[in-house]
């Protein structure tokens, strides 16, 4: 069974910094595409960022380019989020979201999703 | 970036009736290299993740019932879920992922 489930989230302060991971199983991490999708109540779903199975292709929304990095270990069937310079506009919950194949497409297997709150 | 546009925000139907949700893109979708559609639905119940039901526009992921079905072409889609049920109370959305990956707003759908 596909599963995939976020940790890292919690209560940073505006210009704070942020590591979100997303522990993947039941499937070949390595050779699927994974992404971020943060959802907030006011501007509902919004993807963040993809990266490409092998790593070598990375992916941003233009609201977080330059502040966060996206990142998997394929040894460890993880994929990663670093997030600096958060801003209180990324408070959001963020999903972990598989893609059907190598190129980030549509998301076929969601995490539960980890709470980022960005407040001072 | 491509904007999605869902129709009506909300709507409630009564079980056993049709359900039609509409989804617009402020730019064709549609790759005429592969003659597909970049569109994809996902449906959300309250305190759950979306779960994809559609993707190029009309195919139905696994296990997914058949009342539910996608059309359209370029710019211009829908979902209709045909004989609502309970348990489809939710909020649905579009996306594209021809340039970029972009959701609609959402639309409610609750029982009338």
């Known amino acids: 069974e596909v599963q995939v489930l976020e940790s890292g989230g919690g209560l940073v302060q505006p210009g704070g910094s942020l590591r979100l991971s997303c522990a993947a199983s039941?499937?070949?991490?390595?050779?699927?595409?994974m992404n971020w999708v943060r959802q907030t109540p006011g501007k509902g779903l919004e993807w963040v960022s993809g990266i490409s199975g092998d790593g070598d292709s990375t992916y941003y929304a233009d609201s977080v380019k330059g502040r966060f990095t996206i990142s998997r270990d394929n040894s460890k069937n993880t994929l990663y989020l670093q997030m600096n310079s958060l801003r209180v506009e990324d408070t959001a919950v963020y999903y972990c979201a598989k893609d059907p194949g190598d190129h980030p497409s549509w998301f076929d297997h969601w995490g539960q999703g980890t709470l980022v709150t960005v407040s001072s | 970036d491509i904007v999605m546009t869902q129709s009506p925000d909300s709507l409630a139907v009564s079980l056993g009736e049709r359900a039609t949700i509409d989804c617009q893109s402020s730019?064709?979708?549609?790759?005429?290299?592969?003659?597909?559609?970049?569109l994809a639905w996902y449906q959300q119940k309250p305190g759950q993740p979306p779960k994809l039901l559609i993707y190029?526009?009309?195919i139905r992921e696994s296990g997914v019932p058949e009342r539910f079905s996608g059309s359209g072409f370029g710019s211009d889609f829908t979902l209709t879920i045909s004989g609502l049920q309970a348990e489809d109370v939710a909020v649905y959305y579009c996306?594209?992922?021809?340039?970029?990956?972009?959701f609609g707003q959402g639309t409610k759908v609750e029982i009338k």
């Open positions: 190029w526009a009309s």
């Open positions: 730019q064709s979708v549609f790759y005429s290299s592969n003659n597909k559609n970049y």
């Open positions: 039941g499937f070949i991490f390595s050779s699927y595409a």
């Open positions: 996306q594209q992922y021809y340039s970029s990956w972009t």
